[in-house]
């Protein structure tokens, strides 16, 4: 039995452009030889699509466009996930089997994920039957997403019906390392059901989500044999080990698809080849790459711009930009002021030579001297504090702004997690800007990526001194970041126990951290939750990021 | 039977807070001769608790204050709303019934709403068990919140367990005129079960929510005998007709209470009296002022200020917080620059006086100069666009943020539905603040709530010429909305059908709006979800306001 994984990059309301690609794909399947070819979940909608599941004339069209497709898919049987309409106002989040241009069956999802950043419940009623495809005598069992996630739920119910193959179609949002959990389901699933399994999962970013692919076949031991690429798109095509001997009915209501005739010439595209998985710092690299890409390209933008302060943070998103969209499509902007030294300065034009991209240069001294003009009455008698250094952050923000207003760049910010956790950032100034790509990377990530980004290029593309020197907003004389926030491994430590797991203070206190730093930490963290709220998007890595996977009270009197 | 609704308003996270509240309302309630008092759902926590129950910590916490207040409640029977650990790391949204010290008994939610700005299925299961109290021989029959919204839900179930009164636990946010759908509610659960009703409703402001109390008691033919203020805390006290001669036995494990002693001296507080639902502007008025005094209050703010331009939005926007704060914590600031006419800026100071607030006055031109020198290379050649406009938008918006810095004052923004719906607004300019009271009141609203205010203080305190002049934002000469708006009335129709009703594009032009309106309108809409994604939050008062109730991806190739 060949089977047919199609790894696509559906975007989230485009009917017809992810039409033209499930069409194209199927066109491929078909050429290589394929059996059956899967689609991701939701593959025609893209996935997540919110909210516009609320209304009425989406679920209209999403309807139409499957007919559509329906009507030009032939002989070759295809999975397609979508959203269908079901009995009272309900929706379900389905699978279709589609063959001879005709809708043959469906299956509906049954466990809907409401946790994290899935909020499933909001849309869909759960389905409560499985549905085994008879394809060629073969008993193919379909699941979706969360279905092989939970314990004593359709999985169970699959093994007593002995199927030869269990399908998966799935949307699974990228966090490090989530594709060793995927595989230990997958293995784990096989060996329950003595079948082989097909898991396909979608690629590309929307949004705050990056899926990560890596779509893959094991056999019914539970060897992977198959295994798609992270982060592209991919048609993996291989040959799965069926025992024919075992052949049996299905439910006599259940589709009936055929197999294709045998053609020695028709070879798969990939077969017993799998694909390590990446390590945790290039799988990241990855991940941030294409969630860029992704928003830059699915939203419409032709350039990109950021302001490139000499220090390290400013420095991996030009780095990724470029990586991700080309060096002419990103302009570094950099914005001297007096607090500026010569070294950041001369470190930024560095870093855009090494880069080969346009650089800028807006000094802010003009700007500010106005401001302070214009509020030198109203502050008489105070002396200098936190709102001038946040004055000159907003007068970058507000000059990059124009930059985008003039020329319709897209402007990247350049905070990290561990800044966001603690606030340590102004709102207005470095946060402005309509995508954060590095927001969930706390800073000691950010060095390892840097690092990895030198590397993989074979010169110091980032220069050592960037990497090297202590990290400094440069909002005023002498300033680091260390005289305002612990250490950034230990403060990583805290962020990662207490945003990211939930574990309470005093349990982090007992594995060893300081206890006057946690509490601090954790003040710092909970007091700049309305920042959080009116910061720009940016890209999911790890298992809890900011934005809709943690939806925490501004106001809120709770003192862990 | 005499019963205490106690409308209190409870502080998200504030256990210790929330605490002494339930005990002081239990005081007055014991004064008041009541034989049980009710809080409303949630009451330990505040509500909705968001991600703080993902915290362990946070439910063992609420677990020991929910004991703590248990040894303090002598012999007055209560239910109280709270979270429960239920088996496997689950919580139920619970009600505790309490009595001599003890937790009698408990009941878990049924129906747990997961739609609109509900999230409760990311947090709890449902309970499977309606509960009957024994009180002192009566059958009083418990539900929180949506279990009463639900048709063939727990109320079905209770009305064959021929209850004497229906209790239910409410945590129920505002939008206009929801209480008119509470009371039919009410009236058919009454006459359904042939009981009593008692619904007991939280009050106060919590972020983007605000609830309305409005507690209220029925008799079993469904006649409102008592109800309490909207929008203020309260205890309603109220003697309920009971049969005595119905009194049967409950299930033999069921709390059983007992009744007060009845002492002929002891008076209900509010009996036999209803108070009728305000009018619609009346009752948006009371939310703005609520939701404004709370979110600054709770958030620990003395000090308000906001932008004065000297049109309406910005005069209401004032009136209100001055209605919410009193006149001596909030600050005016009117940001002249060579495009604000003087009968603006006069306008703005008559406003300022008119209210009695202190008003600043901060020139933006020498800062703008700045600007256009600091990008004039930049952008030579190019000629002045929406970029310059909004430099000036976000030149005072900066300035706002420096006196936030400087002095500790919250930032009001002042935009309106109708403009945040279309983008009409500059994000980081007008939209930068901490709180937008009067996000999701559209413009022609904006304009009744205006004449209300005055109508309400008997004299012109927003400036006929305020109300009447044709809205401008002053960026550029002679600028109307009307330029590049559709005229409100129309817009505020569109924005109620695409955006609260989710109604297509096709309906509305059938239903006579005009076909290019609506289709440059939705367009309008759907391209400007990025701004709304980093704008303030700010207080619900429609059916469907932006914010977490409603989740409309950026990244959106659906074009309706």
């Known amino acids: 039995m060949r089977i047919a994984l199609a790894q696509i990059n559906a975007v989230v309301g485009d009917l017809p452009g992810n039409s033209r690609i499930i069409l194209s794909r199927v066109d491929q399947a078909k050429v290589a030889g394929a059996d059956l070819v899967i689609f991701p979940e939701l593959a025609l909608t893209g996935y997540p699509p919110e909210d516009l599941l609320l209304k009425p004339q989406f679920i209209k069209d999403t309807a139409a466009h499957l007919k559509a497709l ?23 989040n389905s699978a279709a089997v589609i063959e001879n241009r005709r809708i043959k069956g469906s299956y509906h999802k049954r466990c809907l994920p409401n946790y994290s950043v899935f909020d499933e419940k909001r849309y869909f009623v759960p389905g409560n039957e499985n549905l085994i495809l008879d394809l060629g005598g073969y008993r193919v069992g379909l699941t979706i997403c969360e279905d092989i996630w939970e314990e004593k739920g359709p999985v169970d119910e699959y093994a007593r019906l002995k199927p030869d193959l269990l399908v998966n179609l799935s949307a699974s949002p990228y966090f490090v390392g989530k594709i ?11 060996r329950l059901c003595r079948a ?46 069926v025992q024919s001997g075992r052949k049996s009915r299905t439910h006599p209501k259940a589709p009936t698809l055929r197999l294709s005739k045998p053609n020695p010439r028709l070879k798969p595209q990939l077969n017993s080849r799998t694909i390590g998985p990446l ?56 914005m001297p002021s007096p607090y500026t030294s ?59 702004m124009a930059l985008s207003n003039k020329f319709g760049w897209l402007i990247l910010t350049t905070g990290n997690k561990s800044e966001i956790s603690t606030g340590y950032c102004t709102l207005y100034g470095d946060t402005a800007g309509g995508f954060a790509i590095i927001k969930d990377v706390p800073k000691t990530m950010v060095y390892q990526l840097s690092l990895f980004f030198n590397t993989l290029h074979g010169r110091e593309i980032i220069p050592a001194s960037i990497i090297t020197r202590p990290p400094t907003a440069e909002l005023k004389l002498n300033q680091k970041d260390q005289d305002t926030l612990p250490p950034y491994d230990l403060l990583d430590k805290i962020i990662k126990g207490y945003v990211e797991e939930d574990r309470p203070v005093s349990e982090l206190i007992r594995s ?43 106001t809120n009197l709770y003192r862990p």
Not at 206 to 226: N, P, W
Not at 534 to 542: E, F, L, R, V
């Open 70 to 92: 329906a009507r030009q898919i032939t002989d070759l049987p295809c999975v397609i996930g979508h959203v269908e309409q079901g009995p009272r106002q309900t929706l379900f």
């Open 180 to 190: 060793h959990a995927r595989h230990r389901m997958g293995t784990r699933w096989a």
């Open 279 to 334: 390590k945790p710092v290039e799988e990241i690299y990855r991940a941030l790459v294409l969630g860029t890409r992704d928003y830059v390209q699915k939203n419409g933008f032709g350039t990109v711009a950021l302001g490139l302060s000499g220090g390290i943070d400013s420095a991996l998103v030009a780095a990724l930009a470029v990586e991700a969209l080309g060096k002419d499509r990103v302009v570094a902007v950099t």
């Open 342 to 400: 010569s070294e950041t300065f001369k470190d930024s034009q560095a870093m855009a030579d090494n880069l080969g991209i346009r650089l800028m240069t807006l000094p802010i001294e003009n700007v500010f001297k106005g401001f302070l003009g214009a509020l030198s009455e109203s502050f008489e008698g105070r002396t200098p504090d936190i709102t001038e250094e946040n004055l000159q952050a907003r007068i970058r923000g507000a000059l990059l």
């Open 196 to 241: 082989s399994v097909a898991y396909c999962n979608l690629v590309g970013g929307q949004d705050e989500l990056v899926f990560d692919g890596g779509s893959f076949a094991m056999t019914s031991s539970g060897r992977l044999i198959a295994s798609a690429p992270q982060f592209e798109e991919n048609l993996l095509v291989v040959d799965l080990p």
């Open 512 to 554: 060893g951290l300081d206890e006057t730093v946690v509490r601090q930490t954790v003040r710092m963290i909970d007091a700049s939750e309305y920042k959080r709220r009116q910061a720009p998007p940016g890209i999911k890595i790890t298992s809890k990021a900011f934005g809709k996977d943690r939806r925490v009270p501004i």
